[in-house]
């Protein structure tokens, strides 16, 4: 497993990222997420993970079939402007090869936008960088949501 220090190595100085360390990724992040909510390959559906006193997690079914499954994971925080979803992460799931793929983290392809190497990362490494930010946020919601009661979103 890749500590933090390689993960930064990887990303930002020029090494090249393979396809395989990323997978390495997606694979982990798939046995987290697994993990947090177990019955996810039978959801078709929203769901709310409900865990006291944490705030309630959401997760967003956007398109489901047999292989694969489009979600959102977030918290819906209330603000002076209304209600947002933070950090609203979609990722896509690929339940046969056992991935959890991020496609973007607040609707964005990129986290650290104003990086100085930005220029220097492949496509790998912005792949790379959104889903070590998602292996860290589940690492979070393992922390605090497990044995959380999933219910269905209403």
């Not at 798939?30 to 039978?42: A, Y």
């Not at 709310?48 to 819906?76: E, V, W």
């Not at 589940?138 to 605090?144: F, S």
Request: glycine share 4%.
């Amino acid at each position: 497993m890749m500590n933090d220090q390689a993960q930064t190595k990887l990303i930002y100085n020029k090494e090249k990222v393979t396809y395989s360390s990323l997978s390495e990724v997606f694979e982990l992040n798939f046995k987290k997420i697994s993990r947090l909510v177990p019955l996810l390959p039978s959801v078709k559906g929203d769901l709310i993970g409900i865990k006291k006193p944490s705030n309630d997690l959401y997760l967003i079914c956007h398109d489901k079939s047999k292989y694969t499954g489009t979600y959102t994971l977030t918290h819906r925080i209330n603000s002076p402007h209304g209600v947002i979803n933070r950090p609203d992460i979609r990722f896509k799931l690929y339940f046969d090869a056992k991935l959890l793929e991020v496609d973007s983290i607040c609707k964005e392809t990129r986290i650290n936008s104003h990086h100085p190497l930005i220029n220097d990362c492949s496509d790998l490494a912005f792949q790379l960088e959104l889903n070590v930010f998602m292996l860290r946020w589940l690492d979070y919601c393992l922390d605090r949501y497990n044995g959380a009661e999933w219910v269905v979103r209403k």
